[in-house]
Nanobody
Framework: QVRLVESGGGLVQAGGSLRLSCTASGGTFSRYSMGWFRQAPGKEREFLAAISWGGSNTYLTDSVKGRFTISRDNAKNTVYLQMNSLKPEDTAVYSC??????????????????WGQGTQVTVSS
């Protein structure tokens, strides 16, 4: 069973950048498509981005297109979320997730089998 650990969160000023990493262990990382989600206080968890097993296909939700980029390095068992032009409303706990249906990428939480514990991102104004 793959285990996911996120890192790279922290406090950043509005307009700044962060790169989140999600490193997998205990399984074959390349057999999973991957996604990033976030949950702000008092709000439901929302989809941000997904990437296919080989990295050739990506999908980002409209609210982060042009600011966020998802990528992966299967040799390092890691998926990344590069976040630029951060806004205070991006403040949330960011989580990565793995979907064993590696042939597709999905924006739906129920498609994902394995979740990381999350990393806090706080954007100050």
């Amino acid at each position: 069973q793959v285990r996911l650990v996120e890192s790279g969160g922290g406090l950043v000023q509005a307009g700044g950048s962060l790169r989140l990493s999600c490193t997998a262990s205990g399984g074959t990382f390349s057999r999973y498509s991957m996604g990033w989600f976030r949950q702000a206080p008092g709000k439901e968890r929302e989809f941000l981005a997904a990437i296919s097993w080989g990295g050739s296909n990506t999908y980002l939700t409209d609210s982060v297109k042009g600011r966020f980029t998802i990528s992966r390095d299967n040799a390092k068992n890691t998926v990344y979320l590069q976040m630029n032009s951060l806004k205070p409303e991006d403040t949330a706990v960011y989580s990565c997730a793995a979907d064993s249906n590696w042939r597709t990428i999905s924006r739906f939480q129920y498609e994902y089998d394995i979740w990381g514990q999350g990393t806090q991102v706080t954007v100050s104004s």
